[in-house]
Nanobody
């Protein structure tokens, strides 16, 4: 069973930073594209960031310049560095690999 486990969420003030991590349990990590998604209260789940097996990244417009996705294949881990956080970033954040999802980690940004 392939498992994805997120960590790093929490409560921060506006303008603060958090670094989310997602570790994949199998050695197929390095050949898979990875994504971060989030779901805010009352809203549908949205895609946030993407990184392919070669390290090419893309982001939803609302987080460009503030969030950075990266991966460490030796550690089977993908990261989401979130800077200049805003209240509208408040959501449960999920990492994704294909049809596999992590359990989610809560990010709350106070205004």
């Amino acid at each position: 069973q392939v498992q994805l486990v997120e960590s790093g969420g929490g409560l921060v003030q506006t303008g603060g930073s958090l670094r989310l991590s997602c570790t994949v349990s199998r050695r197929i990590f390095s050949i898979n594209a990875m994504g971060w998604y989030r779901q805010a209260p009352g809203k549908q789940r949205e895609w946030v960031a993407f990184i392919d097996s070669g390290g090419i990244t893309s982001y939803v417009t609302s987080v460009k310049g503030r969030f950075t996705i990266s991966r460490n294949n030796g550690e089977n881990t993908v990261y989401l560095q979130m800077n200049s956080l805003k209240p509208e970033d408040t959501a449960v954040y999920y990492c994704n690999m294909g049809s596999r999802w992590g359990q989610g980690t809560q990010v709350t940004v106070s205004s």
